[in-house]
């Protein structure tokens, strides 16, 4: 019997355990949206209003369940507009695969309706990039694509021709796929384990910093960090996902969206334990201390800093080879002040969210996420600028927590199609988007594909009336900020018109009354997308890339004009040390 062959490719994806698939109709997938309502009671067909949206939520599926996404748009535009969610995909390093139309090959190279090439355009971004030349080869290409995007991490496109996807092929299921695509082990030598133990009893101020090559292991990362006693970073990306942020090892992350205490250890630290990460600033780094970087791909070693000991190798493994050592560290001075330097943190964040009251702040808004909305298990997809900030400083990654961002790409309108990839992977479990004004109205119609699919997402909007990120930097760069301003909207009102339950807050109170409502209605089996939009006074999240607070290194007039702009006075970590 014969089928056709887009059809074929669907039970390709099948195969490899894919139930979902995003996209827009278009004259080109004409044999794609055949194919998809015989096959509708295997794959769902997700309609999202944007093709790049549906990129971004493919993306986002591999974020919270390391099950590649997969997303199509037509020819032409719909080609173009998945470009955003396909260099996510390739900076984040997250296997996706992308299934592009093309017109009949009978009409290319005619100047046809929407002609355009795209094996070029997506030259850059594809670690896969392949055009079908006829339709029998279209089921291996689909199995081809899905394990070049495992094996390197990343997005694979295949081009298609509609009349190839029309035309009727006889299908037979090519291999066995994986359960589980596994990245690969390296042997390592007990003599690495010797020199990395050593150097970590050796070292004054040894500090464990961990990546996205982690995640999966964040129990053996917790046990690492209690054996040998280490003050515990992460990258922004990375946050609860390698290391429970509320652990009392934990200093957050280091950065731009990190904390001081972050800021502070590695001003102080001799020796980093660096462990899955090719985190872009650690470049920026005192180059004096001693590097020692655990990394499973062999090219980013030594990437970012140079490195006194480099092993290839899986994170897992290592991290299980150092627990099988005998050797511990106890407790030291430089661990306790660390840990005093991140309650006084977590204190200063407290009195912030209050400092303004009645009126609200980022960190208002977060905090009463966290004590009053959130769940042990709640997901959350967060989208780009200021927001991120006050969302990973503020809101917990514990127990069964999950969080993803749009990390290295870092393209507005993440967040909405982010929580539609979670709350499809996990309908059971609370999901929250977190969001500004500009990145919200990036994407701000895939409410309707929440509302379409009743799926009960709790969208967050921070509303600061500026392109809050950049507003910062032009402080730092230029003598006028200009051009980041926005202009407000009643951005409430067009989230119910798009079919959300609304809520508009400008007061700890009424933000408190709109958590009661949401409660009530989630607890009473709500179908609908929630959506509060919190119009909050703007206020810059400290830079955490450069605390201005030691006076070994500035002025009494720089400190004191940096306490004031962020309205923080808080011990330095050097002075804390001093107690113990």
Do not use: C
């Amino acid at each position: 019997m014969k089928i056709s062959a887009a059809q074929a490719l669907l039970k390709e994806l099948e195969r490899w355990g894919i139930d979902h698939i995003y996209g827009i109709p278009g004259s080109s997938l004409n044999g794609m949206m055949d194919a998809l309502e015989k096959e509708k009671d295997k794959i769902s067909y997700i309609q999202v209003r944007q093709e790049g949206a549906g990129a971004m939520a493919a993306t986002a599926d591999y974020k919270f369940s390391h099950k590649i996404g997969v997303a199509f748009g037509s020819g032409g535009p719909g080609a173009s507009n998945m470009l955003n969610g396909l260099y996510d995909a390739k900076l984040d390093r997250v296997p996706m695969l992308a299934l592009v139309a093309q017109g009949d090959s009978t009409l290319q190279n005619t100047s046809g309706f929407q002609e355009t090439e795209v094996l070029p355009l997506y030259e850059n971004v594809g670690i896969y990039n392949r055009k079908a030349m006829n339709a029998k080869s279209i089921p291996y290409m689909v199995e081809d694509a899905i394990r070049a995007a495992y094996e390197y991490k990343g997005p694979a496109v295949i081009i298609l021709h509609n009349d190839f996807m029309e035309e009727k092929i006889k299908y037979k299921p090519l291999r066995t796929p994986l359960n589980e695509f596994q990245s690969p082990h390296y042997p390592i030598k007990d003599e690495q384990i010797d020199e990395v133990v050593d150097s970590l009893l050796k070292a004054e101020n040894p500090v464990l910093y961990l990546g996205e090559g982690v995640r999966g292991y964040r129990d053996l990362a917790v046990a690492v960090s209690e054996k040998f006693n280490l003050p515990t970073l992460s990258s922004a990306l990375s946050t609860g996902n390698s290391f429970p942020s509320e652990h009392k090892n934990y200093l957050g992350a280091f950065g731009r969206l990190g904390t001081k205490p972050a800021f502070e250890i590695m001003q102080n630290t001799d020796l980093v334990l660096y462990v899955g990460s090719n985190f872009p600033f650690a470049r920026y780094w005192n180059k004096s201390i001693k590097f020692i970087q655990v990394n499973n791909s062999y090219r980013d070693l030594g990437r970012q800093m140079p490195s006194d000991l480099s092993i290839l190798a899986d994170s897992g493994d290592f991290l299980n080879a150092l627990l099988d050592r005998k050797e511990t560290r106890k407790e030291s001075k430089f661990l306790l002040a660390a840990r005093e330097n991140m309650k006084n943190w977590r204190d200063w964040l407290r009195q912030i969210a209050d400092s303004e009251a009645p009126h609200l702040l980022g960190e208002t808004v977060m905090l009463a996420i966290k004590d009053k909305l959130a769940k042990d298990d709640s997901l959350f997809a967060l989208d780009v600028g200021n927001n991120k900030a006050h969302a990973i400083r503020n809101l917990p990654f514990n127990e069964n927590q999950k969080m993803i961002m749009s990390g290295r790409f870092a393209t507005l309108g993440y967040g909405l199609p982010g929580g539609i990839a979670g709350k499809i992977s996990y309908p059971d479990r609370e999901v929250f988007t977190i969001q500004g004004d500009g990145g919200y109205a990036m994407n701000m119609q895939e409410i309707v594909t929440q509302a379409k699919y009743n799926l009960p997402i709790i969208n967050i909007l921070l509303t600061d009336l500026s392109f809050g990120f950049i507003e910062h930097s032009q402080k730092e760069n230029l003598e006028y900020p200009f051009g980041i301003k926005i202009a407000d909207a009643d951005w409430a009102k067009t989230a119910e018109a798009m079919g959300a339950i609304a809520f508009s807050v400008k007061t700890k109170e009424e933000l408190d009354k709109a958590i009661e409502e949401v409660n009530k209605l989630q607890e009473n089996g709500n179908s609908k997308p929630i959506f509060i939009e919190a119009k909050i006074l703007y206020r810059d999240p400290v830079d955490t890339g450069n605390m201005k607070l030691d006076f070994n290194k500035y002025s009494k007039e720089e400190i004191e004009k940096f306490k004031e702009e962020y309205k923080i006075d808080l011990p330095n970590y050097e002075d804390l040390i001093k107690k113990y």
